[in-house]
T-cell receptor
Framework: EDQVTQSPEALRLQEGESSSLNCSYT??????LFWYRQDPGKGPEFLFT???AGEEKEKERLKATLTKKESFLHITAPKPEDSATYLC??????????FGRGTSLIVHP | NAGVTQTPKFQVLKTGQSMTLQCAQD?????MSWYRQDPGMGLRLIHY???????DQGEVPNGYNVSRSTTEDFPLRLLSAAPSQTSVYFC???????????FGDGTRLSIL
């Protein structure tokens, strides 16, 4: 059965302190891995799609990378406005992707 | 362009009542899905649809019904509300397989 595990569950950073969030997966035949950001009281907002190992995508202070077993969301010099829950989802051909439980990120000024 | 619209935003029900959560999208997406989000559990798939007239069960379908008569609308029906169905419900849509989903802002449902 497909499984998506995100770590850590929660992360507290000081403004400017770079770090990485992890999404590991055990699927047969990855077709796509998605990263989303979710703010309190809102629905998830799409950030990136990665389709194959070695692929990287960047947006402002965020960079997503993909290997055959995991994906990392690197946050460089974060700001308080980067505080949110970050979700990853894996598509292995079952119509709808499977989500991990998310990482709650708090960036202190 | 409204994206994915969910109504109502908040609802309180009594045990045993029924209700329908509405979801509409204006992006001509084929795929639509319903999730519930509970603390510590992440997003769990309730039902999904890959096109008008086609629906299927997700991970937690019990107590819920769906239908898809048009491409735009995908309502979720609670047949007889139970306190265990207290949750935040999200509707999402996408162009198809391997494509990112667009989410509504959720319906916060409390069952007393």
């Amino acid at each position: 059965e497909d499984q998506v595990t995100q770590s850590p569950e929660a992360l507290r950073l000081q403004e400017g302190e770079s770090s990485s969030l992890n999404c590991s997966y055990t699927v047969s035949g990855l077709r796509g891995l998605f990263w989303y950001r979710q703010d309190p009281g809102k629905g998830p907002e799409f950030l990136f799609t990665l389709y194959s190992a070695g692929e990287e995508k960047e947006k402002e202070r965020l960079k997503a990378t993909l290997t055959k077993k995991e994906s990392f969301l690197h946050i460089t010099a974060p700001k308080p406005e980067d505080s949110a829950t970050y979700l990853c989802a894996v598509d292995a051909g079952s119509y709808i992707p499977t989500f991990g439980r998310g990482t709650s990120l708090i960036v202190h000024p | 362009n409204a994206g994915v619209t969910q109504t109502p935003k908040f609802q309180v029900l009594k045990t045993g009542q029924s209700m329908t959560l509405q979801c509409a999208q204006d992006m001509n997406h084929e795929y639509m899905s319903w999730y519930r989000q509970d603390p510590g559990m992440g997003l769990r798939l309730i039902h999904y649809s890959v096109g008008a007239g086609i629906t299927d069960q997700g991970e937690v379908p019990n107590g819920y019904n769906v239908s898809r008569s048009t491409t735009e609308d995908f309502p979720l029906r609670l047949l007889s509300a139970a306190p265990s169905q207290t949750s935040v419900y999200f509707c999402a849509s996408s162009y198809g397989a391997n494509q990112p989903q667009h989410f509504g802002d959720g319906t916060r449902l409390s069952i007393l």
